[in-house]
């Protein structure tokens, strides 16, 4: 996702999946400097079905300050 950059952005995209009880998986976040500051937060969350993602996607959306999310399945030990 991308996101304001400012100093309670962190605490604001985590919120809503601690929420629901999940842990994440993993999360990176980086600060793209410029005229017009922004995060740049890649977070991953495994034990979510395809409804409960849809649902942190949105709730993600909507929130103050988040500027866009892009949402995608990881599927780990897929045969070739």
């Known amino acids: ?3 304001d950059a400012d100093q309670g952005m962190l605490s604001r995209v985590l919120g809503p999946v601690g ?3 999940l ?5 990176n976040a980086l600060r793209e400097d410029g005229a017009d ?3 740049l937060i890649d977070m ?9 993602r849809d649902i ?3 709730v ?3 929130t103050v300050g988040v500027r866009s999310v892009l949402v995608c ?3 780990a030990g897929r045969a070739a």
């Open 1 to 3: 996702m991308t996101a």
């Open 19 to 21: 929420k629901r009880g």
């Open 23 to 27: 842990v994440i998986d993993r999360v």
């Open 37 to 39: 500051p922004v995060l």
């Open 44 to 52: 991953q969350v495994s034990g979510l079905d395809d409804q409960g």
């Open 56 to 58: 942190v996607a949105a």
């Open 60 to 62: 993600l959306s909507q």
């Open 73 to 75: 399945d990881k599927h």
